[in-house]
């Protein structure tokens, strides 16, 4: 990429964002932004902040576009969202914990991600060291006779992530679940001020490690934005061909493991068998089973060779015969049915209030996918159909992804028919002269993953902002849990399938 | 569910076997595991895997030792929900400060003998996370470490692989 012409073109200016602008509002203009989120008119993509300053990212509800707004907090503090729009609690209280900006009259002012173990306060500004100890947390009551409380957590009994839940519970019924995060938070968001690129893409890929092809893939997005980079259709081709494949491996590893959590090991088994398939075949194309690293700034860093497309197809085929045999399998246990249908319900207004992406949200009415609403290269030109239920229970969050699988096996097919020849990576340069900005929102298998940045023009990263999709689902397993026996915890937990190393960063 | 039955009866298993010796077979390495985790331990090992702060990466791949290619319990290894059930800890992650003390407290649950595994490059020296004022940075700043599995993350194969080294090395 040639950037000498702009450099003449342009005189250094301040940075806006690609390729959604950037809007400074005062308080006013974001409060504004607030009560429109609270009344339903746009929704929250993200908020995060800075060292003084507090960002937002919304979709505006009548055609899906992106904005980002912007408010500088002089005196250390900023109108809180969360007050009006509860989705935006959590993240006022990690932006607080990580950058001491404050949110004004918020409703919840407890610590988030900051356990008081660090042996620092806001290390992302100005940090103030104090003595490493444990800080107490008050979860919120639940009152009455009969109840009592079950603490799970943060080593669970599985292979899983760790994180807290406190279940409040009359007998077997739950009565409330708060979860309490940030047990695996390793501090990206300062590990990525001040890195080159290269150690940020690094650093990027290993936030979750399930979705390191979409974390990467949104990285080198915003990157691309930022700095004007086309990106070879080449590229955009094999960075489907990685997300897609990703996402089934994903997909049938979760099916499995909800059928596993209903007692129903047959699943479990035969799902792991394709998942290991994918797997497999991902390390004979790319190199490594999860595709990690493998998508950069500019492109893709593997091509793909002649004999792996048709050992590719090969497989597409195999998992084309497997699909519906598991669907019958699923659908066809009663007893199995007798556990998913009902459990974990979430409303669509609920999915909506929170703006929840991927699976959970697609079986709770919203149907939103990046690679439609966005639609980013190489979909635009590819026909697929996503998964929709309004049925928001175990049962509906399993036959989504079983109709993702569908529309992801045809995408595969499609992606390798129609895989234009030619480069993998754009030669590309950094442009040397001022600071630029980019975002980009992706869909991983799990929703929709936000990545915002700020770069300076040596190619060293200012402040990098990643948004998990699970800051947004997280929150509705509280709600789908109320009322459900303890017992199926870990079938709703699992049909929501959330990250906890992508949420606590 | 009847055809899965069935099919399950009439084939052969996925479970990958290489009864040739190949250092680099599961099968061989399977063997060497049977016969030396019996002499210790009467075949059976039970770990208890513990995330202290991994991406999930690493836990994937755990996962995958119990599908039917790998099939880790023929080894008489399995996976156990307690600490107080466990053998083994086989620890992921950079051992994050929020998760430093959950580490402790899970290995001094672990009745003795007991040993620990470090699995994954975070685990080794804290990996891409080592300069972070969150994490610890490797699991041997926190409990003693017996053996380190390297990767990022390591594959069902490397990991095989270094529970034989493990076994083999066991005092």
Known sequence: ?505 | MQKFLLQGLLRRALTEQAPIPNPTSIAELGYTLGRTARQKLGRSLSIREVDAGSCNGCELEIHALNNAYYDLERFGLRFVASPRHADVLLVTGPVTKNMREALERTYAATPDPKWVIAVGDCAFDGGVYCESYACVGGVANVVPVDLHIRGCPPDPTTLLKGLIAFVDTMS
């Open chain 1, 1 to 505: 990429m040639n950037f000498a012409s702009k450099q003449i073109a342009a005189q250094p200016s301040p940075p806006t964002c690609l390729p959604w602008p950037r809007e400074i509002v005062d308080r006013d203009g974001w409060l504004a932004f607030a009560e429109s989120l609270a009344k339903g008119a746009r929704e929250l993509l993200s908020l995060w902040g800075e060292p003084s300053s507090v960002h937002m990212a919304v979709l505006e509800e009548r055609e899906p576009r992106l904005r980002i707004v912007s408010l500088e907090c002089p005196e250390g503090s900023f109108p809180s969202v969360g007050r009006l729009h509860p989705p935006a609690l959590r993240l006022e209280r990690a932006i607080r914990d990580l950058y001491g900006l404050r949110a004004e009259n918020a409703p919840d002012e407890r610590p988030w991600l900051d356990h008081g173990r660090w042996g620092v306060r806001h290390p992302c500004s100005d940090p103030e060291k104090i003595d490493s100890t444990k800080d107490s947390y008050a979860f919120l009551p639940a009152e009455g006779e009969p109840l009592h409380q079950i603490p799970v957590g943060p080593v669970h009994a599985g292979i899983i992530e760790p994180g807290h839940f406190r279940f409040s519970a009359n007998g077997e019924t739950v009565v409330r679940l708060e979860e309490r995060f940030g047990f695996v938070h390793k501090g990206v968001d300062q590990l990525m001020a001040g890195a080159s690129i290269e150690r940020a893409a690094r650093l990027v890929a290993r936030v979750s490690g399930d979705s390191t092809v979409a974390y990467s893939l949104a990285f080198a997005q915003a990157v691309e934005a930022a700095f004007d980079v086309n990106v070879p259709p080449r590229a955009t081709y094999l960075r489907a061909l990685m997300a897609e494949l990703e996402r089934i491996a994903n997909y049938f590893g979760d099916i499995g493991a909800i059928c596993n959590d209903a007692a129903f090991a047959l699943m479990h088994a035969q799902c792991g068998i394709v998942r290991e398939r994918i797997l497999r075949e991902a390390a004979s194309c790319f190199g490594h089973r999860l595709m990690m690293d493998r998508i950069a700034p500019g492109g893709v860093v593997v091509d793909l060779e002649r004999e792996n497309v048709t050992a590719l197809f090969t497989l597409i085929e195999w998992i084309e015969l497997m699909t519906p045999r598991l669907i019958a399998l699923f659908g066809d246990t009663t007893s199995l049915q007798d556990r998913t249908v009902g459990t974990g319900y979430v409303s669509e207004a609920l999915a909506k209030q929170y703006a929840c992406g991927g699976y959970v949200g697609r079986a709770s009415g919203r149907t939103f996918d990046a690679r439609k609403a966005i639609g980013y290269a190489p979909y635009p030109q590819l026909t697929f159909e996503i998964g929709c239920s309004k049925e928001g229970d175990v049962d509906a969050r399993v036959w989504v992804r079983f109709d993702e699988i569908k529309a992801s096996l045809r995408l595969l097919r499609q992606i390798l028919d129609e895989m234009p020849e030619g480069p993998i990576i754009a030669a590309w340069a950094l442009p040397e002269d001022w600071t630029r900005e980019g975002a980009a929102l992706v869909e991983g298998f799990r929703g929709d993953i936000f990545v915002w940045l700020r770069m300076r023009a040596d190619g060293v990263v200012q402040r990098c902002h990643l948004r998990d999709p699970s800051w947004f689902q997280w929150p509705l397993l509280e709600a789908a849990i109320k009322d459900n026996i303890v017992a199926d915890f870990p079938l709703c937990n699992k049909s929501f399938n959330c990250s906890y190393s992508g949420h606590d960063l």
